[in-house]
T-cell receptor, first 110, second 112 residues
Framework: AQSVTQPDIHITVSEGASLELRCNYS??????LFWYVQSPGQGLQLLLK??????LVQGIKGFEAEFKRSQSSFNLRKPSVHWSDAAEYFC????????FGAGTTVTVRA | KAGVTQTPRYLIKTRGQQVTLSCSPI?????VSWYQQTPGQGLQFLFE???????NKGNFPGRFSGRQFSNSRSEMNVSTLELGDSALYLC???????????FGDGTRLSIL
């Protein structure tokens, strides 16, 4: 069975500071991994995906994520956060009936 | 290219009623999935349709059903509504299996 854990429910970061969101997964085979972002009142937008190949994946809006098989992790990072990055972020595993984490809410302070 | 369109955006119903939600996928996408999102349970998978056939189903009661038409548009129906069905219902489409999903903005369903 597949599952995703996002250990941090809420993270507050200063504008301009770096951001890292953690994601740990459980999956029986080579995982398909995704990060999505959701702004209030909207649906989910795909930030990036990992299927295979280079373990460092670049996404939109300056985000990147690194797949570490040994740690079953797929953490999302951004070097310098902008106020518009305040949103809820979801990690997901598996493209066939994907499982989503509970989400991490990011607050950006001026 | 137009995104995934869900109608209506907001809906208010009372217990015992039924409701139908609509989803128009991105042109060319044949897979449509539905999710329920609530503060307590997060994102939960309802079902997935591909070429008019239900391919996957989540752990929801039979009151939740769906269908997909030949043009890939999909509808979701919930009968005998309960207070706990209040949620944001999200539709997502993708070109096929193992492809990223593109989400609509959802239908906010409130049950009184």
């Amino acid at each position: 069975a597949q599952s995703v854990t996002q250990p941090d429910i809420h993270i507050t970061v200063s504008e301009g500071a770096s951001l890292e969101l953690r994601c740990n997964y459980s999956y029986g085979a080579t995982p398909y991994l995704f990060w999505y972002v959701q702004s209030p009142g909207q649906g989910l937008q795909l930030l990036l995906k990992y299927f295979s190949g280079d373990t460092l994946v670049q996404g939109i809006k300056g985000f990147e994520a690194e797949f570490k098989r040994s740690q079953s992790s797929f953490n999302l990072r951004k070097p310098s956060v902008h106020w518009s990055d305040a949103a809820e972020y979801f990690c997901a595993v598996g493209a066939f009936r994907p499982g989503f984490g509970a989400g991490t809410t990011v607050t950006v302070r001026a | 290219k137009a995104g995934v369109t869900q109608t209506p955006r907001y809906l208010i119903k009372t217990r015992g009623q039924q409701v139908t939600l609509s989803c128009s996928p991105i042109s060319g996408h044949r897979s449509v999935s539905w999710y329920q999102q609530t503060p307590g349970q997060g994102l939960q998978f309802l079902f997935e349709y591909f070429s008019e056939t239900q391919r996957n189903k989540g752990n929801f009661p039979g009151r939740f059903s769906g269908r997909q038409f030949s043009n890939s548009r999909s509808e979701m129906n919930v009968s005998t509504l309960e207070l706990g069905d209040s949620a944001l219902y999200l539709c997502a489409s993708s070109p096929g299996q193992n492809q990223p999903q593109h989400f609509g903005d959802g239908t906010r369903l409130s049950i009184l």
